[in-house]
């Protein structure tokens, strides 16, 4: 049986699961592999650090020398899991071009890079996996480049955070304010170091366009998605979502439409019958359409040490085996399409509104023709008395263009009967 070396960047989270999981499961990964795969050395940002339970034979792998994993020729595979970008994007193509083989579970890396490194392994003949990079445990990136390859994608909508999803799910079900449920999330572990980038709904616009680039075969990159996060969220509209029989989910959505691809991360109105509607607390969840296979949703833990490991083994495994029969694939990232991004103005959708208004004759009519004004049709209204002399209506409208709804916005902000705009949501259509 062929050794297969690895040569780890990072012992945190990722990279103590991805350890931890290669020990525990040695005998038949080795089986699977048909080879006999072994961690050779662990570069970390600072070997004096205290490790608790770390093993004393992991801890007889590290260094804080890179060249001892890059000048090691007995290294076949880097497994790189210390995340960030520039010092991460350097480690990797230096790896690729001396023919070292990568797995990484960096999204920040790949959402933004991934067109470079792929040119990179091709040219060097080396492999570059990253399951890891969307959703952890769910296999959403082997299944988009293989399972589903023959098959026309029309849309993949996901909630690829867990920390967002957490807090959606605790506002929901326990009706606390937003600031309650990420400090909750935050104490939890579920949030990343700086909790901006789950919140903003960076996180998920990076997984987004890693999904999106594979789904439609053409390059899609981070600056390409439509981003809002989930900070202007109040209790009240998660409350008014379930009146109205919705549940308010950040969503991830790519939809390929006239030759092109619309990526987008906002929170959604879901109807109660979605099946995204039902993916609660801290787990993901990735809806896809398509021509053939119809509809599917893959569902799972999208974060963790042992999540993520189970995503960075398979793909050690993947590359051992190659290597093993000499017979290295080619990295199955095919980009033959022409680059068509489409912008979000053009984005129709129905929308819910909440404002808060003067409560007297005639306010109703008014925002209705400013509404009516920008071609906006009203779905349907709900108006509740708030405090002495305010009401607060809530709108859902009918499918709509994005622009004419901002255009709207602008000016019945302007109203001298419109005291707030409190929120305005996106609300998917029902099916
Ligand atoms: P982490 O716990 O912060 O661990 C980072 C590790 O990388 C640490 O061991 C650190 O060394 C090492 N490191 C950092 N900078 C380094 C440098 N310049 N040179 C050498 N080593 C360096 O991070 P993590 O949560 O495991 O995440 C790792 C990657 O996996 C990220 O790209 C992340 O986005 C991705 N990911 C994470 C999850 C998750 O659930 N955590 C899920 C999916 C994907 P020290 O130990 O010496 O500080
Ligand atoms: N903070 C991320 C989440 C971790 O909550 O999903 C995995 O990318």
Known sequence: MKTIRIGMIGLGTVGGGTAAMLEKNRGFINKTANANIVMDKILVRDITKDRPGVSSDLLELLTDNPDDIFLNDDIDIIVEVMGGTEMALTYVKRALNLKKHIVTANKDMMAVHANDLFKLAEKNKTVL??????????????????????????????????????????????GVEYSEALQDAINKGYAERNPDSDVMGYDPGRKLAILAAIAYNMRVEYDDVYIEGITKIKAEDISYASELGYRIKLIADAKYIDNGVKVHVNPVFMPDTHPLARVDGVYNAIYIESDMAGKIMLYGRGAGA???ASAVIGDIIAIAKDICEN??????????????????????SQFYLRMSVKDSPGVLSKIAGVLGGHNVSIYSVVQEKAHDELAEIVIITHSVVEENMQNSLQEIINLDIVNEIGSVIRVEDEE
Not at 137 to 160: F, Q, T, W
Not at 329 to 347: C, V
């Open 306 to 308: 042992d999540a993520t």
């Open 327 to 348: 017979s290295i694939a080619n990295n199955g990232y095919t980009l033959f399409n022409e680059r068509k991004i489409i912008g979000h103005k053009d984005a129709v």
């Open 129 to 174: 996996l990253y399951e890891a990079s969307v959703c952890a445990a769910i296999p959403i990136v082997e299944v988009l480049k293989k399972s589903l390859a023959g098959n026309k994608i029309h849309r993949i909508m996901g909630i690829l955070n867990g920390t967002t999803n957490y807090i959606l799910t605790k506002m929901d079900s326990e």
